[in-house]
Nanobody, 118 residues
C-alpha cells in the first residue's frame, strides 16, 4: 500500500509562483508514475503533469502549463514537486497528487487548494 501527503497550496497573485510537494510512503517499489491533477469548479479533472518514478524520469505536461510548470522528483525522499510559475487565475483549482501502480492512477492525496487572484 502506498500513501501520499501533499503540501504547499495557498493563495497567490497572478504572475506569482507556488511550489507543491507530495511525499510518498509505503510500498514505493510498486510506483511507476507520479502525477499532478487539478479540478476547478464546474470543470472536469485534468492531468497537469507527471513524471516516471522508476526506470527513468519521463515527463508529461498539459499544453496550457508548458513553460510555466515544472515537475521534479527526489527519489531519496520519495517526494515529487510541482513548481508553478507565472500563475494565472485559470490555474485556480484543487490540486491532487496521484500514484500510478497498476492499470491507472489509483492512489490519491487529499487535495490542496491553489487560488490565483487577479
Amino acid at each position: 500500500q502506498v500513501q501520499v501527503i501533499e503540501s504547499g497550496g495557498g493563495l497567490v497573485q497572478a504572475g506569482g509562483s507556488l511550489r507543491l510537494s507530495c511525499a510518498a510512503s509505503g510500498r514505493t517499489s510498486e510506483m511507476t508514475y507520479m502525477g499532478w491533477f487539478r479540478q476547478a469548479p464546474g470543470k472536469e479533472r485534468e492531468l497537469v503533469a507527471s513524471i516516471r518514478w522508476s526506470g527513468g524520469s519521463r515527463q508529461y505536461y498539459r499544453d496550457s502549463v508548458k513553460g510555466r510548470f515544472a515537475v521534479s522528483k527526489d527519489t531519496a525522499k520519495n517526494t515529487v514537486y510541482l513548481q508553478m510559475s507565472s500563475l494565472k487565475p485559470e490555474d485556480t483549482a484543487v490540486y491532487y497528487c496521484a500514484v500510478h501502480t497498476g492499470y491507472d492512477y489509483d492512489i490519491w492525496g487529499q487535495g490542496t487548494q491553489v487560488t490565483v487572484s487577479s
